[in-house]
């Protein structure tokens, strides 16, 4: 995956979310008789501009593209003929403000229930929640999960695939709830198990928390042999082909795929001795695992992936698909869903419970838009529904700058029943800047932090 398809796949997704975001005030804003000055995409100087409509409104595109905004007729920024005057932003009633600036969130979320929902009907393919060995000593392993269980409900929540597990899960053990697992063991026997959360720490859930708890993902014993070849990869290079079977490594007998997987990652940039068979030929290969960062730690990898049966793959596989109707009632939640725990999890992050790590710039942003596009485009559509979510929940925070900060404001006005004061705004807009600004920059260093680190 080249820097250029991550930069066009984040550019797509960023352009998508601001024109959704700011046309959600624009119609609004009309609707309510306000007259549009202009609609930007991004600030600054603009690179692109034209007029159209009655009203002459400018449509741009400007030089900075983190985020946009509409310019509205209002007095406290400039003249405004009398004839104008009852269009004018200032004018308007206090509902009536507050339905424009909520337009702009609103609209995000609802992009959110849209993306969903098409996805819901055309179906979402995911992985079985298949358990594989549990972590010795692990809560999992005292919780007595056994190899080849399949997770049907937690606490009583029916689940189809391992993204709908973890998921649970993590809204859960958040709050170290005791979670009630219902599986159906390799024999089809329903069998109950009960999870304890209480031992997760606010670290653990910047990896991979259900690690820490002890829980695998199914793994298939598959043989070692290579199914797929990255052509830059350290494999390719070396002269490794497709449906090669891996004999022995450094003179040691290989049998299953993992077991070749650990030795490699174990020795990164270290020289190995491949035993291939290929064919009925059997060959030495030479080749020096390439370095990669996970979590702080060199680990080796040289680019191949496992062949994986048909058969293997179709009972590993599960989809997720409901009709018209069904579909928008789960969109809905989902969208709902992932608002709250958005929420809670900042309100988490402000009292410590939760570490600000999990705080991602526009940098780790662009690398999760190019993943989920190389992935194919349902990821991308529900990475692009995740963070118009993400969009919509920060926007209606009641900081000063934002939308929540001015429905602040506007409430103060129905509680006191007069506008916020100019001095108090003034104030507000200082604090709401610095506030920003100090997010924006720990956003940063958490992106730096994770390209030097790998975590």
Partial sequence: MNLLHTLLAFALALGVLIIVHEFGHYWVARRCGVKVLRFSVGFGKPLWLRRFGADGTEWAIAAFPLGGYVKMLDEREGEVAEHELGRAFNRQTVWRRILIVAAGPVANLLLAILLYWFLFMVGMPGVKPLLGDPVKGSPAAVAGFEYGELVTSLDGEPVTVWADVRWALLKKAMEHQTVRFETLSAKNDIRQHVLETASLSSDDFDGDFLEKLGLTHYRPILPPVIGKLL??????????????????LDGKNISRWEDLVTAIRANPQRELRFSVKRGSARIEISLKPDEAMEQGKAVGKIGAGPFVDEAIGERL???????????????????????WFSLKTMGKMIIGEVSPKNISGPITIADYAGQSAHIGWVAYLMFLALVSISLGVLNLLPVPLLDGGHLMYYMAEIVKGSPVSDRVMEIGQQIGMTLLLALMMFAFYNDINRLLTGS
């Fill in 231 to 248: 052509p830059d990869g350290a494999g390719a290079k070396a002269g490794l082909q497709e449906m090669d079977e891996i004999l022995a």
């Fill in 317 to 339: 596989m599960a989809e997720v698909r409901y009709g018209p109707v069904r579909a928008m009632q789960e969109a809905a939640w989902k969208t709902w869903d992932m608002s």
